[in-house]
């Protein structure tokens, strides 16, 4: 299956058709509809692109729910990482299908399509699944569909998009959400590969698509109306989710988050890996992008700091085709609670102490190998970033070729922790807004002049 290569950090590629906003959906947020009148019973076509959080796929996350007065439904999900179609008439499943492939990458976009065509006549292509473009073979569970099946895929009744009723949510983000009813396409009318690296799956302009009856296409652009259809149909109803949960964070311009895989050894992650939740000490978490040249700078908003909580970076570093990441080497942080700076566990400085609510600015210049912070927008220790003015050095032991993450940590003490980061895309209300000097992200205080947001258009660029 090719991988989307420019979605990932490094990329170089810049797709020519944009993605401007996605959904971010966390906890029990979703969308529902009832359509006026019945769509087609056997042929469509559902396509989504999706980051989601595979760390709390575990009971599964529904991705289209629709149900009929007779307990008739069709069902979309993850569950414990692989992808599951399900028709349940009542009594009993019509059909069962689900991958033998897992989605594990909580970091990256991926585009998804089912094709729907129970009138064909090779079993296997009633209903086909497309992953970046490519067709995927269901897995063992494969449960045959009866040629002509009469399913409730578009039906006037609820319908569900990021939940089942009653059911686990979906949590992660979703982009491009494009319903078709009575005509099956195949994913090449929602993605194509691009030409000069064939290997590169990107989205294509849907709006001249026959959409049908009860089809939709949601994209996410109106934060005031995150459920509209901008095909022009019935708009989604939304529930608990606000105007902070649309995102600039899409298939074309991947934002960095906390990463979902690297195993926490206390709390957890939320809120499409931004929102980070401790217990109590020796936590810590990284952003899913690393960096190795540039400068970069993110903002993270303590909501509960408990006893010990330190913001900065730490070193990856590859030895041949391993990657393998250092915790206790290799890493600088300001600890607000005290005003401390450590670097590589050691006491190096003192800075002011912050308090509950208070924003920290982080800014990494690799090109002169310092690091900066600031607190509410007033940069410490008298700094000034642009200038390459009193930044605190970055540990120089490094082994092999080194990568840095934006990081936060908790090492010490019993108390909770509620830190939220923004890496241009809040979960938290902005009261100003400033983006970086590209024009990407969205943050509380200024960005300095020559610091970007942490994305794969400002990697591009400038990521080295």
């Not at 490094?10 to 019945?38: I, M, Q």
């Not at 149900?67 to 059909?95: E, M, P, V």
């Not at 943050?443 to 947001?453: N, Q, W």
Request: glycine residues 12%; contains cysteine.
């Amino acid at each position: 299956m090719p991988i989307n290569s420019f979605l990932y950090p490094g990329a170089k590629f810049l797709p020519a058709y944009e993605v401007a906003n996605s959904c971010r959906f966390s906890g029990d947020a979703y969308l529902t509809k009832t359509p006026g009148s019945a769509g087609s019973t056997t042929t469509g076509t559902l396509s989504w692109w999706m980051k989601y959080d595979v760390a709390t796929d575990s009971g599964g996350q529904y991705i289209y729910f629709t149900k009929d007065g007779s307990n008739n439904q069709c069902i979309i999900r993850f569950h414990n990482k692989a992808l599951k179609f399900d028709h349940w008439n009542g009594s009993g499943y019509d059909f069962q299908k689900a991958t033998s492939m897992l989605f594990r990458d909580p970091s990256a976009w991926m585009h998804v399509c089912i094709k729907i065509d129970t009138t064909n006549a090779t079993a296997s292509n009633r209903i086909k699944l497309f992953v970046n473009g490519t067709n995927v073979t269901w897995g063992a569970t494969d449960g045959t569909v009866a040629e002509d099946f009469a399913g409730k895929f578009f039906v006037d009744a609820a319908s569900n998009i990021a939940s089942a009723e009653g059911g686990a949510v979906y949590k992660g983000y979703l982009a491009e959400f494009v319903g078709i009813d009575g005509t099956a396409y195949d994913a090449d009318s929602f993605g194509e590969f691009d030409s000069d690296s064939p290997t590169i799956w990107k989205p294509k302009d849907v709006s001249g698509l026959t959409f049908g009856t009860n089809g939709f296409y949601l994209d996410f652009e109106d934060s005031s109306n995150l459920g509209n259809d901008a095909n022009g149909g019935t708009d989604w109803s939304e529930t608990n989710l606000a105007a902070t949960d649309s995102s600039t964070d899409s298939p074309t311009n991947n934002f960095a988050t906390w990463n979902g895989v690297k195993p926490l050894t206390r709390g957890a992650l939320s809120e499409g890996n931004l929102l980070f939740t401790g217990v109590s000490g020796n936590e810590a978490t990284y952003s899913s992008i690393g960096v190795s040249a540039g400068k970069w700078y993110f903002e993270v908003k303590g909501t509960t700091n408990g006893d010990r909580m330190s913001v900065g970076v730490a070193q990856k570093f590859i030895q041949g085709d391993q990657h393998q990441q250092t915790t206790t080497t290799n890493g600088v942080g300001y600890d607000g609670v005290t005003g401390s700076v450590y670097v590589n566990n050691s006491d190096d400085a003192t800075y002011s102490t912050t308090s509950n609510d208070d924003i920290i600015g982080c800014a990494l210049d690799l090109t002169n190998r310092k690091i900066y912070w600031s607190v509410n927008g007033t940069w410490q220790n008298s700094a000034d970033p642009a200038a390459n003015s009193n930044g605190h050095a970055l540990p120089t032991n490094l082994t092999g070729e080194d990568f840095w993450f934006f990081a936060i940590s908790d090492t010490y003490g019993s108390g909770a922790v509620v830190w939220s980061a923004n890496f241009g895309n809040p979960t938290f209300s902005i009261s100003s807004g400033n983006a970086d000097g590209n024009g990407y992200g969205n943050f509380e205080y200024s960005v300095p002049s020559g610091y970007y947001a942490l994305c794969t258009k400002n990697l591009a660029e400038f990521g080295g």
